[in-house]
């Protein structure tokens, strides 16, 4: 028997009829009470503007662009595009308006939503006038493509990445809830911003299983334990950068975590002892990562309990296939370091770009988005990092990545950011930059050099060190390498 399958904006109605009353989204505001939204509330308030929408011209395939900081408008407008069968399109607020607008010429949305008076988009305020429209659903249709991401990339050029599969599943048959171990009744908690892929992805896909999704204005470490002890969150999303800085706010140990059933991270690399430190608040078991880009190339997972046998690994393929190349795109034995190649689900990944050429492919649908790594023998992927950041200094190969978690560990250090700029004699030697800790003095580059010659060969130290007020990471943890060496020469 063929199981019933759902759009999100139909899940939205179904939920909202069997559990009018049950709360469906939290955004915790910088300032003043929370937002909170039962699902009765949600859904009709996402009937109203996707009928807003129908009547400036959305329907199935129009892109509609959501030019919003994280807030409930988001989320309803999400879920509007998705009741009209549209792709949804978000757009970060703290793009430059150069780039922002390239963007757009690349969508060409149908609609935009946006605050921003020079968009001449449909306001917040506008969103919350919509008496006018009705609150029951319009006719239902299947989003596809289901979501357009944007993306810098290694080289700093907008792009969109567009996913043009259809989001229809059974009530729990999402891919994602399967790999996330999601269950009916979730309560997830990510504090990232819903232009990245991380935090839009999983809060759509917690609604879709019948869970619920408490979101932040912004990150704030301290705030972000508050806010799991009041809203009891069973499962967390975060990336490396956020779970860094909890750790180090004031005895982290003595908050109350013990309704997080699971913590997912991802997104960036996590160095060693920030995850120790989260298997020591959590438990191993309840700290699992993924590796995976939005195309969707291929999947991996790891458990805290297997990270500790496999300490740096990323875990293995979910339902994924890894084949790791040199430089002639041939195949590198177990343990060597090459580039690599994923393929999920015995297919070609499901993605397509605009404003950029397609990534690169080899064989029967195996792609690359420019990672390195390796793969031991029991089929453990271990990343390098990626090819356009890797540094060779002196011939020798230096992971930034491996360097930025040891400094970070240093008691002053806030953040590091580590690139390779050109040198006469290595070709490129190794620049950190760092961010102090508030209050901490200045250390020394000899300091620095004695913290981090403990643990990395002397080829891998920073020749020189600068210091930063703020290193320019988006509100997804994610920094642009390349636009930080172009600055300083390239």
Same mark, same amino acid.
């Given at each position: 028997?063929?199981?019933?399958? &759902?759009? %999100?904006?139909?899940?939205?109605?179904?939920?909202?009829?069997?559990?009018?009353?049950e709360i469906?989204?939290?955004?915790?505001?910088?300032? =003043?009470?929370?937002?909170?939204?039962?699902?009765?509330?949600?859904?009709?308030?996402?009937?109203?503007?996707?009928?807003?929408?129908?009547?400036?011209?959305v329907g199935p395939q129009a892109m509609v662009a959501i030019h919003l900081p994280n807030c409930a408008e988001h989320v309803v407008a999400t879920l509007a595009a998705f009741k009209l069968g549209a792709c949804p399109m978000p757009v970060s607020t703290r793009m430059p308006p150069a780039e922002r607008d390239a963007l757009l010429a690349l969508g060409?949305? #149908? @609609?935009?939503?946006?605050?921003?008076?020079?968009? @001449?988009?449909?306001?917040? !305020?506008?969103?919350? !006038?919509?008496?006018?429209?009705?609150?029951?659903?319009?006719?239902?249709?299947? %989003?596809?493509?289901?979501?357009?991401?944007?993306? =810098?990339?290694?080289?700093?050029?907008?792009?969109?990445?567009?996913?043009?599969g259809a989001f229809q599943y059974p009530a729990m048959g999402h891919p994602?809830?399967?790999?996330?171990?999601?269950?009916?009744?979730?309560?997830? $908690? +990510?504090?990232?911003?819903? $232009?990245?892929?991380? @935090?839009?992805? &999983?809060?759509?896909?917690?609604?879709?299983?019948?869970?619920?999704?408490?979101?932040?204005?912004? &990150?704030?470490?301290?705030?972000?334990?508050?806010?799991?002890?009041?809203?009891? %969150?069973?499962?967390?999303?975060?990336?490396?950068?956020?779970?860094?800085?909890?750790?180090?706010?004031?005895? %982290?140990?003595?908050?109350?975590?013990? +309704?997080?059933r699971t913590l997912w991270h991802l997104a960036a690399p996590c160095a060693d002892w920030v995850?120790? =430190?989260?298997?020591?608040?959590?438990? #191993?078991?309840?700290?699992?990562?993924?590796? @995976?880009?939005?195309?969707?190339?291929?999947?991996?997972?790891?458990? =805290? +309990?297997?990270w500790l046998q496999k300490p740096g690994s990323v875990g293995r393929g979910w339902n994924t296939e890894i084949l790791v190349l040199d430089a002639d795109r041939k195949p590198l034995p177990v343990g060597e370091v090459g580039e690599l190649f994923t393929r999920f689900a015995g297919a070609p990944a499901p993605y397509r770009y605009l404003g950029a050429a397609p990534a690169e492919t080899y064989g029967e649908g195996y792609t690359s988005v420019g990672d390195l790594g390796h793969v031991d023998a029991d089929g453990y992927l271990f990343l390098a990092d990626r090819r356009v950041d890797l540094i060779i200094s002196g011939g020798a190969n230096v992971v930034p990545a491996e360097v930025e978690a040891v400094l970070t560990q240093h008691p002053a250090v806030r953040d590091a950011a580590v690139i390779g700029l050109k040198d006469e004699d290595l070709g490129r030697r190794v620049h950190a930059l760092i961010e102090l800790r508030d209050g901490e003095p200045r250390p020394s580059a000899a300091e620095l050099d004695r913290h981090a010659r403990s643990q990395l060969a002397s080829y891998k130290l920073p020749k020189d060190y600068e210091f930063v007020a703020q290193l320019p990471r988006d509100e997804a943890g994610k920094i642009r390498r390349s636009a930080l060496r172009q600055e300083r020469g390239g």
């Open positions: 028997m063929t199981e019933e399958l &759902f759009t %999100p904006g139909r899940r939205l109605s179904q939920l909202a009829a069997q559990r009018p009353d469906a989204l939290v955004v915790e505001r910088s300032e =003043g009470a929370p937002q909170v939204l039962t699902r009765l509330q949600l859904e009709q308030w996402a009937n109203r503007l996707a009928h807003r929408l129908a009547r400036a011209g060409q949305p #149908a @609609a935009i939503l946006s605050d921003d008076p020079q968009l @001449a988009g449909i306001s917040r !305020a506008e969103m919350q !006038a919509l008496g006018d429209c009705p609150d029951t659903p319009p006719p239902d249709a299947v %989003p596809q493509p289901f979501k357009a991401i944007a993306s =810098g990339g290694s080289t700093g050029k907008p792009k969109l990445i567009v996913s043009p994602f809830v399967g790999v996330l171990g999601l269950q009916d009744g979730d309560r997830l $908690y +990510s504090p990232g911003p819903l $232009y990245h892929n991380q @935090a839009f992805l &999983f809060t759509q896909v917690a609604l879709f299983s019948g869970g619920s999704a408490v979101l932040n204005e912004r &990150f704030d470490a301290e705030r972000c334990f508050d806010i799991i002890e009041r809203w009891r %969150p069973t499962v967390l999303s975060m990336v490396p950068t956020m779970l860094l800085r909890m750790l180090r706010t004031a005895a %982290p140990e003595r908050r109350d975590l013990s +309704s997080v995850k120790r =430190g989260w298997i020591a608040l959590l438990g #191993a078991e309840r700290v699992n990562e993924l590796w @995976a880009a939005t195309e969707i190339t291929g999947i991996t997972t790891i458990n =805290g +309990s297997d």
